[in-house]
T-cell receptor, first 111, second 115 residues
Framework: SQKIEQNSEALNIQEGKTATLTCNYT??????LQWYRQDPGRGPVFLLL?????KEKRKERLKVTFDTTLKQSLFHITASQPADSATYLC??????????FGQGTTLQVKP | GAVVSQHPSWVICKSGTSVKIECRSL??????MFWYRQFPKQSLMLMAT?????????EQGVEKDKFLINHASLTLSTLTVTSAHPEDSSFYIC???????????FGPGTRLTVT
């Protein structure tokens, strides 16, 4: 069955460092991979979308890579700030447009 | 742009009653909206896909007679939880598809507590 795995353990880093979050998937060939941010008690907020034929995408301090051979995406936040503390969700999309979410990784950036 | 609202943001109801949750796209038209459910410390699970003017498509295991979805206009979809039970207590989130087929914009969510 299709499976999306994100590190369920919280990631704690120091302000100013680069945070790297991992998303692995199996039994799936997504057309797109997306990353969302979710704060407690709130809906997800779209961050970045990367297509299957793209290796890397950047937006300000964010960078996403997509390796369809390894079936893995890495999400980087450079120069992290305490305001970046949140849960980050990886989501895959197939041709139907439906999103399948990972369970999310909680990032805590300490000042 | 691309703002989605939900109402109410939280609701408490008694077991056996019905609750309606509204999802609105405020500044764009959405022919397709999605309804998700999220339990504490778990991921979002897609419940159903709602297309304007047609019947919703439910995911496997979701009772369509219990979770009634109506998408009567291009900016409004509603989810009604009928005969609610305590196990229906959850965080319900809607999303609307944007211009790009693969982009979804999420509402802030509705916290439902059934006592």
């Amino acid at each position: 069955s299709q499976k999306i795995e994100q590190n369920s353990e919280a990631l704690n880093i120091q302000e100013g460092k680069t945070a790297t979050l991992t998303c692995n998937y199996t039994n799936y060939s997504p057309a797109y991979l997306q990353w969302y941010r979710q704060d407690p008690g709130r809906g997800p907020v779209f961050l970045l979308l990367i297509r299957e034929n793209e290796k890397e995408k950047r937006k300000e301090r964010l960078k996403v890579t997509f390796d369809t051979t390894l079936k893995q995406s890495l999400f980087h936040i450079t120069a992290s700030q305490p305001a970046d503390s949140a849960t980050y969700l990886c989501a895959l999309t197939g041709n139907t447009g439906k999103l399948i979410f990972g369970q999310g990784t909680t990032l805590q950036v300490k000042p | 742009g691309a703002v989605v609202s939900q109402h109410p943001s939280w609701v408490i109801c008694k077991s056996g009653t019905s609750v309606k949750i509204e999802c609105r796209s405020l500044d764009f038209q959405a022919t397709t909206m999605f309804w998700y459910r999220q339990f504490p410390k778990q991921s979002l699970m897609l419940m159903a896909t709602s297309n304007e003017g047609s019947k919703a498509t439910y995911e496997q295991g979701v009772e369509k007679d219990k979770f009634l979805i109506n998408h009567a206009s291009l900016t409004l979809s509603t989810l009604t939880v009928t005969s609610a039970h305590p196990e229906d207590s959850s965080f319900y989130i809607c999303s609307a598809r944007g211009v790009d087929f693969y982009e979804q914009y999420f509402g802030p969510g509705t916290r439902l507590t059934v006592t």
